[in-house]
């Protein structure tokens, strides 16, 4: 059995802050951000929550797709940055397109969240537990940036992507994922409740604090996405018996351009089988690859049979990568 991408969708929040308006917040400089992220621009939801624009994301996929809502028998959301704790992000979109049938979870595996997701879609669908699939990944990080915080202000953006997966008789591929939590303190975002009950108006208080922000030591993540990308992408090819020669497309967690240009030299292939989207997005998180999957299908970049692998590395640690073939 295999997994096919039938439809694919994004949404992006219309306000935009060049790096330029960055350099009036933080000490930085737009040539700065450019030389060592590759990004020039993010987009800021100034109104749309996570629910708001995965709602977007997911109708545009199910119109692409020619499937309808009520298809769906499997929802999940991976995201990092839900305004609510329950009910859950996809039970909440669920409502909103009428995915009446769906079973619905969230997910949070940070910036590698798609590509699990992915993953255990492939699984249950796989595994005849379930036909129809939509996946979703959506962001609000502005909402868990330490805007003063000039290390990571400067990287992440907004936005959501999904994609619509349903199982046919082909034979699939295998995917790979690990995890390091003894590494977890490379990336990290706490939220704090105290332990008082306010029994008269019967709710807990959320107490926001410093370490309620995204922290991250960069060095040690680019370190650690540099080493293990390759490595994962190198696993998977193995187990599906395949070559770099037989993949055309690699599409990557957006988080900084550099990461890519190492990863593509590390595996000796052309920078050019890396597209890439994070000059105008920044780090989406959880919504870069189902974005960039989107730009890529909507520009016809992608053509029927291309075999492409799909890889994530995020928080946690965690990190992986799939095979899909296009149709």
């Not at 990944?137 to 940036?145: A, D, F």
């Not at 959501?160 to 994922?177: E, H, M, N, P, W």
């Not at 998977?236 to 967690?253: A, M, P």
């Not at 799909?310 to 095979?323: N, V």
Request: charged share 25%; glycine share 8%; proline share 2%.
């Amino acid at each position: 059995m295999a997994v096919e991408i039938r439809g694919t969708g994004s949404y992006i929040p219309e306000k935009i802050v060049e790096n330029r308006e960055l350099e009036q917040m933080v000490e930085t400089t737009d040539v700065w951000i450019r030389e060592r992220t590759g990004i020039c621009r993010r987009h800021i939801a100034e109104k749309e929550t996570v629910v708001d624009m995965g709602v977007q994301a997911a109708m545009q996929a199910l119109e692409h797709s020619g499937i309808s809502a009520k298809e769906i028998d499997l929802l999940i959301v991976s995201t990092l940055s839900a305004e609510t704790v329950m009910p859950s992000v996809s039970c909440r979109i669920q409502e909103r397109i009428g995915a009446v049938r769906a079973v619905c979870f969230d997910l949070n595996a940070a910036c590698s969240g798609f590509l699990l997701a992915y993953q255990s879609a492939e699984a249950y669908l796989e595994n005849g537990a379930y036909k129809t699939a939509l996946i979703i990944g959506s962001e609000r990080l502005s909402n868990i940036i330490d805007w003063k915080d000039r290390n990571s202000c400067i990287l992440f953006g907004d936005g959501a992507g999904a994609v619509v997966l349903t199982c046919t008789d082909k034979k699939g591929y295998r995917f790979i994922s690990h995890s390091d939590g003894s590494m977890g303190n490379a990336l990290r975002l706490e939220h704090h409740y105290d332990r008082n009950l306010e029994t008269e108006q019967h709710r807990l208080s959320i107490e926001q604090s410093a370490s309620s922000k995204v922290s991250m030591d960069g060095q040690a993540v680019f370190r650690f996405a540099v080493r293990r990308v390759p490595q994962v992408i190198e696993e998977v090819l193995c187990i599906n018996e395949l070559s770099r020669e037989e993949i055309d497309c690699y599409v990557l967690h957006q988080a900084n351009q550099r990461i890519v240009e190492a990863v593509a030299k590390r595996l000796k292939e052309p920078l050019g089988k890396f597209p890439m989207n994070l000059q105008n997005y920044g780090n989406t998180s959880s919504a870069s690859i189902p974005i960039l999957l989107n730009e890529l299908d909507q520009s016809k970049r992608l053509k029927t049979g291309d075999r492409i692998v799909m890889a994530g590395f995020g928080g946690g640690l965690t990190w992986g990568a799939s095979i899909a073939e296009w149709i």
